[in-house]
């Protein structure tokens, strides 16, 4: 897994999304979860793919759903990364169902 680094967006000037990301992992990825932070998912590929990102809680000893989000051929999604996907190691774990031509990064809104 490859540990994806933050991006600062400065709240004034904006950045471009693209280009400021990088390949997706075959084995998957992990993310800093927090607030303000968002996981961009580019799928440049033909086909749809799927991001899960893995949600390690539970609730009154009940396992929370992990999140899937489905990024169709040739667009991108913006996922919140809250604290509800932190792992024992303190990041999110993305797994992918293929990784041809899909593009992933953190962003994080600057204070």
Known sequence: ??????????????????GSDTAAAPGGDTAPVGAGRFLYIRNGDASPHTVTIATP????GVA?????VSVPAGE??????TSLFRGTNGRAALSYDAVTNVMVAVFELER
């Open 57 to 60: 809680g539970t609730v009154s």
């Open 1 to 18: 897994m490859a540990a994806l680094p933050i991006v600062a967006v400065p709240v004034a000037g904006g950045i471009s999304l693209e």
């Open 76 to 81: 991108s999604k913006l996922v919140p990364l």
């Open 64 to 68: 929370i759903a992990d999140v899937v």
